[in-house]
């Protein structure tokens, strides 16, 4: 057994061995009171947020609420989210002749080297790096906690050693995408034009806070979120980017907003985007999309369950559809099908980037539906796949894609951008279906 600080593992050549001692040691430790779990998440982010930050504003929101005709307030959540990878953290660390080396799973290596070479105790001249590049739903542990581990320990033993993570360890030590609060003031004039935009986002961060509608009289702002700055004990866990960080966020309440307003005025929600737009790029992949999916104007709900939401992330337009069917009885959800149209700039590999239009958009489904990372007493809830629900081959509905040709703008993003519509395409499909606005995310 080896202790340092914080630090108690057991060393074996035999993996089972090593698990059965660990197993035998009976650990003592205090922890605070836990002051929060997964459902007064939200009302604590309210109370522990930091001054907010202006985003983006034009015009004058008082005189935008003038002219509207039709005003709307909500309130929208998503709650943490973890990666989930498939293969857990792991690490080997080998110090010699003074040097150490480190072989980790990482997309950060320089950063990964500096977190070994601390743990070992060592300065940057004494350290060596082997990495194997995986982006793990882009989990950033960029630091690398189990490499950090490696190296502490062969430091004490002189020996190579191994650390893998099990599958509970993976759960308690990820970096959640954080739990949020989005807060929308907006309204409509009788043609409906967007009148004004009143927009805060509380935890997740401000990248896609800012509007690309056409509205005069807006503003944004923003409140902790995942790239450090909250204060102390503002979210419970550790937070970091999960695919499309804040950009999910922002989007789901966003174009829930949208359809929200639509369906107030009694409006299309299609007809709503195209009126308050003159980006000619969402406009493009909007009626690329339309065609595709076959959308006939109707007023929400509709009783069909079909909805619509468009994005602008990393240089890239997106527009989604999308069909559902909603099981009265039980609530279930299915989705039938998904039109997804992007406009990236020049597309340099067609087949790879619908493959990451097709997984995006199978990604999307667990954050919308299912993925949701409980807790309550300190501890986390869920720590196996037995209640942390990834999307299965089964809930996969028709996928189509289609890339709009740009050759005359450089090559943007095309990884991450299709997810970022997946909350708020299904929530407005399921409010189509039965005339329930979902307002929190899954």
């Known amino acids: 057994m080896v202790r340092d600080g914080d630090l108690v593992a057991v060393l074996h ?243 829930s907003h949208i359809d929200a307003l639509a369906s107030q005025a009694g409006v299309d929600p299609l007809e709503l985007r195209r009126g308050n737009l003159t980006n000619k790029r969402v406009l493009r992949v909007l009626d690329a999309a339309a065609n595709q999916f076959g959308w006939k104007p109707a007023r929400a709900p509709s009783g069909r369950g079909m909805g619509v939401s468009c994005s602008i992330y990393s240089g890239t337009c997106i527009a989604a559809m999308a069909e559902v069917s909603v099981d009265k009885t039980t609530g279930r959800v299915e989705v039938k099908r998904v039109v997804l149209a992007q406009d990236q700039g020049v597309t340099v590999s067609p087949d790879g980037t619908r493959q990451q239009m097709e997984g995006s958009i199978t990604m999307g489904l667990g954050y919308a539906l299912a993925e949701e990372v409980r807790f309550q007493g300190g501890e986390v809830l869920d720590r196996n796949f037995d209640t942390y629900q990834l999307p299965r081959f089964s809930w996969l509905p028709k996928i189509e894609t289609i890339l709009i040709d740009n050759p005359d703008l450089p090559a943007q993003s095309c990884g991450e951008p299709p997810i970022v519509n997946m909350g708020a395409v299904i929530a407005n499909a399921v409010f189509d279906a039965v005339g329930a606005r979902l307002v929190q995310l899954p």
């Open 13 to 255: 050549e035999r993996p089972d061995l090593a698990e059965q001692a660990l197993g035998l040691i009976k650990a003592q430790f205090e922890r605070p009171q836990p002051a929060v779990d997964d459902k007064t998440i939200f009302d604590h982010l309210l109370k522990t947020a930091p001054q907010p930050r202006l985003v983006s504003q034009g015009g004058n929101l008082a005189e935008g609420e003038k002219l509207a005709a039709t005003r709307l307030e909500m309130t929208y959540r998503n709650s943490y989210v973890a990666h989930a990878a498939m293969e857990t953290h792991s690490a080997v660390a080998m110090i010699e002749g003074g040097k150490a080396t480190v072989w980790a799973s990482t997309q950060a290596p320089f950063l990964g080297e500096t977190a070994g070479g601390e743990g070992a105790g060592l300065g940057r001249g004494e350290r060596a790096r082997h990495h194997a590049l995986r982006r793990r739903r882009l989990r950033r542990q960029e630091r690398g906690p189990s490499a950090v581990e490696a190296a502490r320990l062969a430091k004490i033993v002189g020996k190579p050693v191994q650390v893998v993570w099990d599958r509970a360890e993976e759960f308690f030590y990820d970096t959640f995408r954080p739990a949020a609060v989005m807060k929308v003031r907006a309204g409509l004039t009788a043609a409906a034009k967007i009148a004004f935009w009143d927009y805060s986002v509380i935890g997740a961060g401000e990248r896609g806070a800012e509007l690309f509608y056409d509205v005069a009289h807006h503003r944004a702002v923003s409140a902790g979120g995942w790239q450090g700055g909250n204060p102390p004990g503002m979210h419970p866990f550790n937070v970091g980017p999960w695919r499309g960080p804040s950009v999910n966020s922002n989007t789901f309440a966003r174009e």
